[in-house]
């Protein structure tokens, strides 16, 4: 069947939308993009004659525009090529078909015209196409073109006469919803409306709370629900952790406009987050129901043993450590000697990667001091968290101490050269990056001086060591019943490099979640700001793997950079030939075999003249 003209109703394309049935026939909801409350239509403009046909498709019945040209405008027996057809209708002049979306952004109010990031189409054709479709459709003063990646982006800047343009920053200015962890939870709600989250009292933050925070906190304490107000991105901290505990999490930009919701704190609720959400009083009785699924649920986990390996091999360079020694070193040192091993056997990655010298201090180090506490004891509570932590402050750690002291001396000169302004202490524990338990954000990472005292030294030691033991860290824990007997706690020493164009943080996957398309998704933030402390939005971009080579899609530019892209298409091609070993040697080791996981990455592009790239971290991250 073929639908006609205006008013005809068939079932696989329409000639135009002049009506919102009209487009309601047509469109599919859109829920696996950085937006939420979408609805698309995919259209096929066929330009093989002087006079163009328009093709509104069904897009519930057609997911893929090649398979309408298949089914209704190819003429010959033999079968498209896909390859061959998406290198004609997105890379040439010469194309038979203009291949594109329209999407509603229903918080937006708008409608956009959008092209695959990849496709050349030039300005000229792209307003040609742009006024064919406004007039034959019923909200054309609502239409806009999307500029989705640097490339047409720089097509529009050489184009003379140009269509009403928006760009991702316009869009995420108007989202309204969005909901980063879908699920349902029961109550109390407690309101955080001051706009400076390091003022928040989160330690009165109990695991039966659903929250309103209008900023968003680095860290969070376990709780039932989260609503915040600021905009997450799927990388932030809170985001991910969240996403690690199940917790349902959105953001309602307008919530503190809706008195009724705000009549509900300190009453119990049931929180809603799918395509839409709900939030409502809720009764005692269903709260009890769900507090005991809760509880069963947490009773129906084993309880986790965790392995490590507390041989004496001393403070080590993470190049020098042996294989049979990696799990002394704890997940984020081991992480990055994986990087090192891996990157260095390919010539045309490595001129682009710079080793910045990483030490480590191993288990062992940790184990001599608070194993005395395991020698009379075989469990732990919030109380004696706090003999554990005494035991830390307390030790006389001198040995390691000049030993840490010596190999910064060691390497100092190594870090000045890469214009290092000091050194970063980083936990790497034996408790994260598990499966089912990623541990983000759970433990502290501390900075020295260039040239540190002994005594500095010391301090910084201790503190990442006592921060295993901090009453969150333990909550988050013992929701997933890890033993904390065997919980251990190493430190990878890297220089702090300051003088860098972005830092950033990049998965291995299309984590947005829509599968039609193999993307890596990529977030970074100008100079030392963080792209996972959630109140500022990075420059966001998915890395699709096309056939004509890595493809950049800008989601967002960076709130900080005045409206300008950080990094560049050549940029985000190195980046992505840096990532995709990482992600291979996840997918293809016979340890992961059963289960697809992603790299996550954390990395930085140096101000130099190079642009070099320097990976920080490397974990695996199930999908």
Request: proline share 3%; glycine share 4%.
């Amino acid at each position: 069947e073929v639908m006609g003209n205006s008013g005809s109703r068939k079932s696989d394309y329409a000639s135009d939308i002049m009506s919102p049935s009209d487009w309601q026939e047509l469109c599919v909801v859109d829920n696996k993009r950085s937006f939420a409350n979408l609805e698309t239509v995919k259209v096929v403009v066929d330009v093989r004659k002087k006079k163009k046909t328009l093709y509104f498709l069904n897009s519930r019945q057609y997911n893929y525009h090649v398979d309408f040209c298949s089914r209704y405008l190819h003429k010959s027996i033999i079968p498209i090529d896909h390859e061959k057809f998406n290198a004609k209708n997105y890379l040439t002049t010469k194309r038979s078909y203009v291949l594109l979306s329209i999407v509603r952004y229903i918080d937006q109010g708008i409608f956009a015209i959008e092209l695959w990031p990849g496709d050349n189409l030039s300005g000229e054709r792209i307003k040609e196409i742009f006024d064919m479709i406004a007039e034959k459709v019923y909200f054309s003063n609502k239409l806009r073109y999307r500029i989705s990646s640097p490339l047409q982006l720089e097509i529009i800047e050489q184009t003379e006469i140009i269509p009403p343009i928006i760009d991702s920053d316009q869009l995420f200015a108007g989202v309204v919803y969005q909901p980063l962890t879908r699920g349902k939870a029961f109550g109390t709600l407690k309101l955080f409306l001051g706009e400076n989250s390091s003022e928040y009292d989160l330690d009165s933050i109990e695991l039966n709370d659903i929250i309103i925070l209008h900023s968003i906190p680095l860290e969070l304490p376990a709780c039932a629900g989260v609503i915040t107000i600021c905009l997450q991105t799927p990388l932030c901290h809170v985001s991910l952790l969240c996403k690690n505990r199940r917790t349902p999490n959105s953001t309602i930009r307008d919530i503190v406009s809706h008195e009724r919701i705000l009549s509900l704190e300190g009453k119990i609720v049931r929180y809603v987050v799918g395509d839409s959400y709900s939030l409502t009083e809720a009764r005692e009785s269903d709260f009890k129901r769900w507090k005991k699924s809760r509880k069963s649920l947490k009773e129906s986990r084993s309880i986790k043993d965790l392995k490590r390996d507390l041989s004496d091999i001393g403070v080590i360079k993470l190049l020098d450590v042996e294989k049979k020694n990696r799990k002394c070193i704890g997940s984020k040192a081991e992480g990055l000697w994986v990087v090192y091993k891996i990157l260095n056997q390919f010539n045309h990655i490595i001129d682009q990667f710079v080793n910045i010298s990483a030490f480590v201090i191993p288990f062992k180090e940790f184990d001599d001091v608070i194993s005395v506490y395991w020698e009379e004891n075989d469990t732990v509570n919030h109380e004696t968290l706090q003999v554990l932590v005494a035991l830390i402050e307390n030790a006389d750690i001198s040995i390691l101490v000049d030993e840490v002291f010596d190999m910064i001396e060691s390497v100092k000169e190594d870090a000045q050269i890469n214009h290092a302004s000091g050194f970063i202490f980083r936990s790497s524990t034996n408790v994260e990056d598990l499966k089912g338990f990623n541990g983000a954000g759970l433990y502290l990472s501390e900075i020295t001086t260039l040239e540190p005292s002994k005594a500095e030294i010391e301090i910084v030691i201790k503190d990442v060591w006592k921060s295993v033991y901090s009453k969150r860290g333990f909550v988050e824990r013992d929701i997933f019943r890890i033993n904390e007997k065997l919980v251990s706690m190493g430190i990878m020493v890297q220089p702090l490099i300051t003088n860098v164009i972005c830092n950033g943080v990049a998965v291995t996957s299309n984590i947005l979640g829509d599968s039609e398309y193999e993307a890596f998704f990529v977030n970074c933030q100008v100079g030392g700001s963080k792209v996972t402390d959630g109140n500022s939005i990075p420059e966001q971009v998915l890395i699709y793997d096309d056939e004509s080579g890595p493809v950049p899609e800008i989601l967002s530019k960076s709130s900080l950079n005045n409206g300008n892209p950080i990094l560049n298409t050549s940029d985000y091609i190195r980046i992505f030939e840096i990532l995709m070993p990482l992600h291979e040697m996840y997918n293809t080791n016979s340890s992961h075999a059963k289960q697809s996981r992603a790299a996550d990455v954390e990395f930085l592009v140096l101000n130099n003249a190079d642009r070099n790239i320097v990976v920080l971290q490397c974990r695996p991250l199930s999908l």
